[in-house]
């Protein structure tokens, strides 16, 4: 697809996959970048034909976070002069929001924005060798993006404060060890892993049961487990009740592959 400055975006086989594209700044996020990836999520998510996106980066980076080309004055307040309007474009495309799972193919080194933003997605392949890091403290920052809150429940609170206070780099294979990333594999293999995994889930799942499942989790994030499991048994009984669980059960009798009736924009659990 044509029309962004920054990014590339292609789709086959229902699945979208987001390049970031500033290979000559290590795919740094300018304010251009991030508008454009969160257009875009945007756009996939409400395309009926896009059942997964998987955000990777060009060439040998996934991403060196924000573009520091200011020096100095790179995090002042005039450089963040956009920072209200840049929060309302990123929730109206939060991932915790969407009814499409995003996907990281970290396929380089990230640090930074460039791991904070990817947390916050629903799935991360990482390359084994490559160097990761929350590295705001050495830069007189704090971390942003809602990594403070989501890493502690990605690794456990000593684990998350051990990486933010110290801001220190590690491996894609450590990450992956302590549940960072689901995934640590040779960098050539990371997006076509990636690209297949959502090619899967595009042809074999339900969008809308995917789409209620994120929605289950996210929100059972903040929920004790008697709320939780009442929305849960909730839903469960409201997707019974649907076309895609009629189609489902027949499929996998029948051993065929699934025609889901359902759509992701459309149709959608009231409950959640």
Known sequence: MTGYQTILTDVSDKVATIWLNRPERRNSFSPDMTREL???FARFEADDGVRALVVTGA????????????GGDTFSRSASADAAEQRQRAERAEPGQMRTP????MNGSAVGMGITLPISW?????????KYGFVFTRRGLVPEAGSTWMLPRLVGLSRAM?????GRIFS????AEMGLFSRALP???VLPAAQEFAKDLAANTSAVSVAATKALVYHGLGQDREESHTIEQQAFRWMGNQADAAEGVTAFLEKRTPQWPLSKVKNYPPML
């Open 162 to 166: 051990e990486l933010l206070l110290s």
């Open 122 to 130: 629903d799935i991360r392949f990482a390359a084994a060798d490559a």
């Open 172 to 175: 894609g294979a450590e990450g």
């Open 38 to 40: 969160h257009e875009a």
């Open 59 to 70: 060439e040998k980076y996934f991403s060196a976070g924000a573009d520091l080309g200011r």
């Open 102 to 105: 995003v996907i990281a193919a």
């Open 187 to 189: 960098a050539d293999d």
